[in-house]
């Protein structure tokens, strides 16, 4: 099998460096961040995120579950562990291994404002 | 031919996990995104696209052509098939397969509020 | 030499399928793209531009420099050749060709509306 | 080790064409730019800065660290060396070498106006 084609349906680990909740929403929409998932495999891909902080030691093993030929769009909000999750307002960091290879796009809404913000990247991936 | 020649042109197989169509529009623009393609080579590429969804079975082979040395912008609400088109307001996810190598980017016009939000990325290519 | 070092300092061929000169302005500032080159090297990088559109044949061989150690921020619309410049308002697509290894990074700043929106990404090479 | 396990955690040289401080803040928030890092390992990243400009010599050899299992989101406005800092309101270029694997990204919030506009992407490796 040529790199190439190892490669067609995505990678195994992936990583974002600039993660952050805004703390604050107005107007019409709600600030968040998404991490969307594209699985174009038939099996289910077990996703296993980590969080990292600029101050203390980084939430292991949260767990995610995308299903084969689906997208999830994960909103990191809603990402737990152990009752614990993401705290708003703070400077974070992501990093998602997977059990079979996907594509991970990570994307913000900033509505801090009325008039919103949007950026979004590709994650870069291991 | 060496790996960067062989890629020098593009790939053939393209993928944006976060794709989404604002519902809302206001102020003097409308809400869109865009899948940019860029077809350098002198035949033209037969694209096949893919849509994926959370919650149900891919929208497949939804056909596009790009001519050869020409790009085309092409908006994500007039892709369909037998009549199904994409529905706003839902996540879903894009993959492309071509015939020959092009170039993919993904960008996205929030009009929701008057002033606007832009994002866009270049896709991952297998 | 490796692959990775061999191109730790850039590659000579990039490509930006999304580009679009916003032909209205509001508010403090103008709606401009720039190419955003940066030429880590020591030998001036010599740059040919080639702009494709949907429903023409491309402009090819526009030329820039950027100066050895240096980065040049290039607004599209300053680009011309035999007195033909881009126009505002249509879809079109863009390549480069190096004489040395450069960096391309696209970015469009969107002053449609008095709130601004930009938008970014690293181009893809070949 | 195979080219993809060698890669897994980042990459010792990033790449950054298009970076600028804007100068005018308004509403609730500033402007401003950062150079997200996200060091996956267990050792310290010593990281050194070059700052690149359109029409003089380079800033080189800026010193930041990042500790081991961290991120860090660092402020483009906070970088200097012998009392010098960046210029605001002029187009520059980065680069950063580190002594282990991370990964980078940037992102620059303009508050110009009081409605935001954001941009992020995942920097070039060499």
Redesign the interface.
Known sequence: MT???S?????T?W????A?IPP?SS???ESHE?I???N?LTEDAEIRVTI????R??IEDIQATVPG?????IRTSSLSKNGETIPVGV???I?LESSVPI???Y????A???????????????
Chains 1, 2, 3, 4 share one sequence.
């Open positions: 790199e190439e084609s490669h067609a349906k995505g990678r680990a990583y974002i460096p600039d952050y604050h107007g019409e929409l998404s969307c998932v594209l174009c990292y902080f600029e101050d030691e980084p030929r689906r997208t999830r769009h400077p974070y960091a990093s594509i991970v796009q994307s913000r809404l900033d801090t404002q009325p008039a919103n913000a949007l950026m979004t990247a590709i994650g870069y991936f291991g």
